[in-house]
């Protein structure tokens, strides 16, 4: 089915490990986003991409990083984990037809 | 910068009766606004959006928003609550100038009481 999908579903990191979140999407959309949602804070943006090789910082950028490679491949990665990015990361999408999330991504920094 | 404010964290509604979930933004002009639903360890659905063609908003299962730019709210509102509408909701805004990045509104937790 075409959609948004997230890999991991879970991860359990510890401080200091580096890991990378995948975002796919086989829409042809050019807008890719990546948010983290915590509790009494609603969903906040890290960073996007309005096209393949291009990102741009959104409100939360730090300790994370981004690439887009190609179209339909969104990356996030954590250098150095801490335990303040304990969150749930959902990848998005968008054309001029509507947005498409993911099922989001549950990391724990311990 | 653009923004929404959810003015309840939580809102408690017995089963049947009419559910009302308030949401005020900060814009210049006439922005592009949604509803999204998230149930417990679900992902994001969108309930309903506004782009200016009609400011009364009708959305899936029952819900429906009204615009009033004199107010700047974008309230949602259901008649009759359902057991299954128990969820966080959250209000957004595309930003003016933005790469179309939805802002989210901090949610409400919609509890239905049997």
Known sequence: ???????????????????????????????????????GMGLRLIHYSVGEGTTAKGEVP?????????????????????????SVYFCASTSDSGYTFGSGTRLTVV | AQSVTQLDSHVSV?????????????????PSLFWYVQHPNKGLQLLLKYTSAATLVKG????????????TSFHLTKPSAHMSDAAEYFCVVIPSGSARQLTFGSGTQLTVLP
């Open chain 1, 62 to 86: 730090d300790g994370y990083n981004v690439s887009r490679l190609k179209k339909q491949n969104f990356l996030l990665g954590l250098e150095s984990a801490a335990p303040s990015q304990t």
């Open chain 2, 14 to 30: 017995s089963e049947g009766t009419p559910v009302l979930l308030r949401c005020n933004y900060s814009s210049s002009y006439s």
């Open chain 1, 1 to 39: 089915n075409a959609g948004v999908t997230q890999t991991p579903k879970f991860r359990v990191l510890k401080t200091g490990q580096s890991m990378t979140l995948l975002c796919a999407q086989d829409m042809n959309h050019e807008y890719m986003y990546w948010y983290r949602q915590d509790p």
């Open chain 2, 60 to 71: 899936i299962n029952g819900f429906e928003a009204e615009f009033k730019k004199s107010e």
